[in-house]
């Protein structure tokens, strides 16, 4: 009625509509309930996290998201207002193989077994590379991940996917991290298995540990941190340039590092680990 009121007459839409012509003004002149009042402002919340997280995050992540932020709202209402909004994920993926395990390097043995039980920071660490494709180009990303805190501790970036690259992202995990107790880093891939890189290790007394060709499972928490990084940032644009890329990229893996040291200090523990 309210929407055609420019057109019929209020009396005759009551009395096609059955409604009295009083009972329409008092609901139009009627203010909004509180309930309706927090929902309007919970979408406004909604959408903005929604923005914030590039599309990317579902219900109980977005949720996780509000909440750290100090949004009081259950994941029912959020997964509610999500469909209110027609507020949706994307996702899209690009594949490159950037682990070469078919070498003659020697290999370390596999210590980790796909246990990921820890008690302690820098007890394990495990690495990896992934890949970024730009226009002018492919990147490639090594980086190296706490199983306690599940936080990136270090990482590198360049235009090739060298031994050396692997050494800055173990270079910068030593100097933020300083661990001072027996330590294990998983990783599979020759670069790993370079005597320069092992060298390394032995100096800063940490013990290598490596899967053997075709099992990914043992670096699964690695993978699970690039699908998140693929899905919330790199998939969601098309870099021109790569230190475009480079730039986003840096901006993401330290906003994780800042979420994750909020969770130490208030724990906050049931947002989702990467």
Request: glycine content about 4%.
């Amino acid at each position: 009625m309210k929407a055609h009121q420019y057109i019929y007459p209020i009396q005759i839409m009551s009395q096609v509509f059955c409604v009295s012509a009083s009972g329409y003004y008092a609901w139009r002149n009627r203010k909004p309930s509180i309930r309706a009042q927090r929902d309007a402002l919970l979408e406004v919340h909604v959408k903005a996290a929604h923005e914030a997280t590039r599309h990317t995050y579902g219900d109980e992540r977005l949720h996780a998201e509000l909440e750290a932020n100090g949004t009081l709202i259950s994941a029912y209402k959020v997964r509610v207002l999500r469909r209110r909004l027609g507020l949706f994920c994307k996702q899209k993926k690009r594949y490159k193989c950037t682990t070469n395990s078919n070498h003659n390097k020697a290999v370390a043995s596999n210590l980790l077994a796909q246990d990921f039980s820890v008690s302690r920071p820098n007890q394990v660490w495990v690495s990896d590379i992934t890949y970024i494709w730009t226009n002018e180009g492919w990147l490639y990303l090594a980086g190296i991940k706490d199983l306690y805190s599940c936080e990136i501790v270090g990482y590198a970036i360049g235009e090739r996917m060298t031994v050396a690259l692997c050494v800055a992202a173990l270079q910068m995990a030593l100097l933020r991290r300083k661990p001072k107790t027996k330590l294990i880093l998983h990783s599979r891939g020759s670069q790993y298995c370079a005597k320069e890189y092992q060298k390394r290790l032995k100096q800063a007394g940490i013990v290598a540990s490596m899967s053997r060709r075709g099992n990914c499972y043992d670096n699964a928490p690695m993978e699970s941190f690039w699908g998140s990084l693929k899905n919330e940032l790199i998939h969601q644009k098309s870099y021109v340039t790569k230190q475009t890329a480079i730039n986003e990229i840096v901006e993401y893996i330290e906003y994780s590092i800042i979420v994750r040291a909020d969770i130490q200090v208030w724990g906050i523990s049931h947002l989702p680990r990467r």
